[in-house]
Antibody, heavy 120, light 107 residues
Framework: QVQLVESGGGVVQPGRSLRLSCAAS????????MHWVRQAPGRGLEWVAV????????YYAESVKGRFTISRDNSKNTLFLQMNSLRAEDTAVYYC?????????????WGQGTLVTVSS | DIQMTQSPSTLSASVGDRVTITCRAS??????LAWYQQKPGKAPKLLIY???SLESGVPSKFSGSGSGTEFILTISSLQPDDFATYYC?????????FGQGTKVEIK
């Protein structure tokens, strides 16, 4: 069965960096687009970034553009989110999600999320 | 960016009620719209895609309609397990956007 497991969250000071990972299993990662979506405490869902199946197309939300980098290693079935210059407003649960198709599309499987807290 | 606006933000309903949630897009997204259900502390769950297609395993009491800029999620005969927050999402573009959510509460 499809499984997505995020890791790498934690408490980090403003201005520092953190790298999230999402381990995929139960499907061929190299065939699907992958997304990161976040949810600040008590708030709604915010789309963060997408990477197409082969890494050729990458897009970011304006709120993270220039600070976050999405990448993937299909040989290791893993998705990444490198987060630099973190701000208090980046505090959220970060979910990785599988797209139905090679890039965009509905998000048919989600991980359980990993909490990132940016605080001094 | 395409903005998505849901209404209402909160909906109070009783078990057995039929409820509708509206989602409006700032520009036409054809039928590239999905609906998700989220319960506290859990990841979102896909309910509807392509505006009206039911995801596999989702009960038929959930239905979606609409195209262009206006969409509706309908839940017939609300049950205790359906009290949750519902989000619409457009995926016409790679840069997807979600609505702000509609919390369905017990009256």
């Amino acid at each position: 069965q499809v499984q997505l497991v995020e890791s790498g969250g934690g408490v980090v000071q403003p201005g520092r960096s953190l790298r999230l990972s999402c381990a995929a299993s139960g499907f061929t990662l190299s065939s699907y687009g992958m997304h990161w979506v976040r949810q600040a405490p008590g708030r709604g869902l915010e789309w963060v970034a997408v990477i197409s199946y082969d890494g050729s197309k990458i897009y970011y939300a304006e709120s993270v553009k220039g600070r976050f980098t999405i990448s993937r290693d299909n040989s290791k079935n893993t998705l990444f989110l490198q987060m630099n210059s973190l701000r208090a407003e980046d505090t959220a649960v970060y979910y990785c999600a599988k797209a139905k198709y090679t890039g965009t599309g509905q998000l048919d499987y989600w991980g359980q999320g990993t909490l990132v807290t940016v605080s001094s | 960016d395409i903005q998505m606006t849901q209404s209402p933000s909160t909906l109070s309903a009783s078990v057995g009620d039929r409820v509708t949630i509206t989602c409006r897009a700032s520009q036409s997204i054809d039928t590239w719209l999905a609906w998700y259900q989220q319960k506290p502390g859990k990841a979102p769950k896909l309910l509807i895609y392509k505006a009206s297609s039911l995801e596999s395993g989702v009960p038929s009491k959930f239905s979606g309609s609409g195209s262009g800029t206006e969409f509706i999620l309908t839940i017939s005969s609300l049950q205790p397990d359906d009290f949750a927050t519902y989000y619409c999402q457009q995926y016409k573009t790679f840069s997807q956007t979600f609505g702000q959510g509609t919390k369905v509460e017990i009256k």
